[in-house]
C-alpha cells in the first residue's frame, strides 16, 4: 500500500511519502535539487575527460550499483500479492486472537515461492513452494510460513542447512538451478531417512503445482492455541484453495519452464488483474493438548509427519481472498520478511526442533538480507497495530523517536507503571518445561521414517502413482553415482515393492528387498480417535 507519513511510533514526520514515480514535473537529485540534464556526464569540453566533480552521474551510478540485495537463502524466486482474511468466528472457542472472531477482516500479503532456484528460475520446476502469509491483525503481525506441503525434510533444525546444501546447486558445477536431479540431493535424503517422506511428496503431482491458486498451504509444525480461560488446544494450520488442487504434467511443466519461466508469477497478477481473486479457506486440525503432544499414536512435534485429515477433520475458520497486486515488486514481494515468532496473543509454539530452529533463523538471515535491524520499518513489514518499543538506532533508522528514556519504568517521559500483563498483551502459556537432561538426541517416536511415506504412496491413484515412479526414475537417472542410486533404490524398498521394482526397471539396477516390516496402514477413523470437535467439551 502507500506508505503512511507516519514513524513507527506513530507519530506523523512531516516529510512526503516517498512514493517516487518519476511522473512529476521535475527529475531531481535524490536531494531535491532539479536537474538540467541527466543524459549526458559533465566533461571537459565534448570530448572529455569526465569530470569528478559530476554528482548526479556518482550519486546516479552510485544507487545504481546497489540496486541489488541477497537474494533469500532460500525461497528465492517467489510473487507476492495483497488480500484480506475473514474470520468465520469458529475458531473463538479455541483462541482468544482477535483475528478469528467472527466477522473479522484483517489485511495479508502472500508470498509463494519456490525453495531451491535462485531469483531468476523457472517457476515450473520440480521443488516445494512456499506460502508465507503475513496478518497485519489489531493485536500485532502474524506470520503463517507454511509450504504447500504438510510435511518437512528433517525434524531438527539443526540438520536445515546440510538438507539445503544438498538440495542446492553442487558447488563444483552449480548446476542443477532448481531440480532434485543429482548426486547430493539423493546421497542426503538416503542417508537422512526422515527426509524420505518429503521427498515423495515431492515426486508426485504436488511437485509440480498447475497454479499457485491451485496449491494448499500447510503450517506443518503443530502450534498452541489458548483462549481466554487459558485452555489450549494443539493445531496444525491448513489453506485449501478454492479452486482445488491441481498440477501440471511432467510434460507441460517442461514446456512451461521454456516458453513462460514466468508462468506462476504471470498467473497470480493477471488472476487477480482480471477479477478473478483467488481464494483459500483456512482450516484447523485441533488435537487435545495432553503431556505426550500425541495424536492417535502420531507425534504432534515430529514435522516429518501428517495427522491423517481422516482422523481429525480440517475445520474452516476463515477465507482468504487475494485482490490486489503489488505496485513494486521490490517494495512489497522482494523486501518483505516473515517469521514464524511474530505471533498474536492467542497462538504459541510448541517444542518442534524444526519451528524452535525457524525462530532463531529468520531473524538472523534477515539481518544481512535488509542490511540491519530496521527491517520491520520497511512499508510492507510495517505492523497495522500501533508500534511503541524501545528500540532505537542501528542502520537505515527511519523513525525520529521522541522522548528522552526509552526504558522502563521511568520517571522523565510519564514512564507509568506497567499494569501486570496489560490488557490485550500476548502471554506465552505457562507449560511445563519437564525436567530432562541436556541431551542432543530425539525422541524414539521421531525413528519412523517409512510408514507414512507408505501411506502416502497407498493413498494414490494409479495415475497418480506412474507419475511417481516416472519422477523418481527420471530424477534419479540424472545421477552419476551408483551407490547413491542404490541406496535410495533401498529407501523405496521401505515403502513399497512395486514402486522400488518400477523405478529399479526404469534405472536398469535390480531391485533390493525391503529391511523393515511394511504395514499397510489404514488411515479410516476409528470414532473414538476423531479429532476433537468444537467447541472442545
Ligand atoms: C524462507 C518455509 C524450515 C530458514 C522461507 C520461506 C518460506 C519458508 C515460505 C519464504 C518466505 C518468504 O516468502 O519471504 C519454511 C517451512 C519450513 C522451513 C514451511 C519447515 C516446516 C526452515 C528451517 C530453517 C529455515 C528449519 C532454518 C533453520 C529459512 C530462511 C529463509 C526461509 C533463512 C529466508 C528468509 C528471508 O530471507 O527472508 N521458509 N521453512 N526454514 N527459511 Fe524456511
Redesign the pocket.
Known amino acids: 500500500g502507500t506508505p503512511e507519513t507516519r514513524t513507527p511510533t506513530g507519530e506523523k514526520t512531516g516529510a512526503a511519502p516517498i512514493t517516487h514515480s518519476q511522473r512529476g514535473k521535475f527529475l531531481t537529485t535524490a536531494q531535491g535539487a532539479r536537474l538540467q540534464d541527466t543524459d549526458h556526464s559533465l566533461k571537459a569540453g565534448p570530448r572529455g575527460p569526465v569530470l569528478l566533480q559530476d554528482h548526479h552521474l556518482r550519486e546516479k551510478i552510485m544507487h545504481f550499483d546497489h540496486e541489488r540485495i541477497p537474494e533469500?537463502?532460500?525461497?528465492a524466486r517467489?510473487a507476492g500479492a495483497h488480500g484480506v482474511f475473514t474470520a468465520y468466528g469458529t475458531a473463538e472457542p479455541l483462541t482468544v486472537a482477535g483475528f478469528l472472531r467472527k466477522g473479522r477482516e484483517t489485511p495479508v500479503f502472500v508470498?509463494f515461492?519456490t525453495v531451491l532456484g535462485s531469483r531468476g528460475s523457472a517457476d515450473t520446476v520440480r521443488d516445494t513452494r512456499?506460502?508465507?502469509t503475513k496478518f497485519y491483525t489489531d493485536e500485532g503481525t502474524f506470520d503463517l510460513?507454511?509450504?504447500n506441503m504438510p510435511v518437512?525434510f528433517v525434524q531438527d533444525?539443526i540438520k536445515?542447512p546440510d538438507i539445503i546444501h544438498a538440495a542446492k546447486w553442487h558447488p563444483d558445477r552449480e548446476i542443477p538451478q532448481a531440480q532434485s536431479a543429482h548426486d547430493t540431493f539423493w546421497d542426503f535424503v538416503s542417508l537422512h531417512t526422515e527426509a524420505q517422506h518429503h521427498t515423495i511428496w515431492n515426486m508426485s503431482d504436488r511437485g509440480i503445482p498447475r497454479s499457485y491458486r491451485t496449491m494448499e498451504g500447510f503450517g506443518?509444525?503443530t502450534f498452541r492455541l489458548v483462549n481466554d480461560e487459558g485452555v489450549t488446544v494443539l493445531v496444525k494450520f491448513h489453506w485449501k484453495p478454492k479452486l482445488g488442487v491441481h498440477s501440471l504434467t511432467w510434460e507441460e511443466a517442461q514446456l512451461t519452464s521454456g516458453v513462460d519461466p514466468d508462468f506462476h508469477r504471470r498467473d497470480l497478477y493477471d488472476a487477480i488483474e482480471a477479477g478473478a481473486f483467488p481464494e483459500w479457506e483456512l482450516g484447523l486440525q485441533v488435537f487435545p493438548d495432553t503431556p505426550e503432544e500425541t495424536f492417535a499414536g502420531i507425534d504432534l512435534l515430529d514435522?516429518t509427519k501428517i495427522i491423517p485429515e481422516e482422523l481429525a477433520p480440517v475445520q474452516p475458520v476463515g477465507k482468504l481472498v487475494l485482490n490486489r497486486t503489488p505496485t513494486n515488486f521490490f517494495a512489497e514481494s522482494e523486501q518483505?520478511?516473515?517469521h514464524l515468532g511474530h505471533l498474536p496473543p492467542g497462538i504459541d509454539v510448541t517444542n518442534d526442533p524444526?519451528l524452535q530452529?525457524?525462530l532463531f533463523?529468520?531473524l538472523d538471515?534477515?539481518l544481512t538480507?535488509l542490511a540491519g535491524p530496521n527491517f520491520g520499518q520497511i512499508p510492507i513489514n510495517r505492523p497495522h497495530a500501533p508500534v511503541n518499543d524501545m528500540l532505537r538506532d542501528g542502520f537505515h533508522q527511519q523513525a525520529v523517536h521522541g522522548g528522552v528514556a526509552p526504558y522502563r519504568p521511568n520517571s522523565l517521559d510519564g514512564g507509568n507503571p506497567f499494569t501486570s500483563p496489560p490488557e490485550g498483551a500476548f502471554v506465552d502459556v505457562p507449560v511445563t518445561v519437564t525436567e530432562a537432561p541436556k541431551i542432543r538426541a530425539n525422541p524414539v517416536s521421531f525413528d519412523d521414517h517409512f510408514s507414512q511415506a507408505r501411506l502416502f504412496w497407498l493413498s494414490m491413484s494409479p495415475v497418480e502413482r506412474e507419475h511417481i515412479i516416472n519422477a523418481y526414475t527420471f530424477e534419479l537417472g540424472k545421477c552419476y553415482e551408483q551407490a547413491v542410486k542404490e541406496r535410495q533404490l533401498a529407501c523405496l524398498a521401505n515403502i513399497d515393492p512395486v514402486l522400488c521394482a518400477e523405478v529399479a526397471a526404469g534405472l536398469g539396477l535390480p531391485a533390493p528387498a525391503a529391511t523393515i516390516d511394511l504395514v499397510d496402514v489404514d488411515p479410516s477413523p476409528a470414532l473414538s480417535q476423531v479429532g476433537q470437535q468444537w467447541p472442545p467439551d
Open positions: 533469500r537463502v532460500v525461497h517467489g508470498r515461492s512456499g506460502f508465507a510460513v507454511g509450504n518437512f533444525a536445515f506443518v509444525h514435522p518483505v520478511a516473515f524444526l530452529g525457524r533463523s529468520y538471515t534477515q538480507r
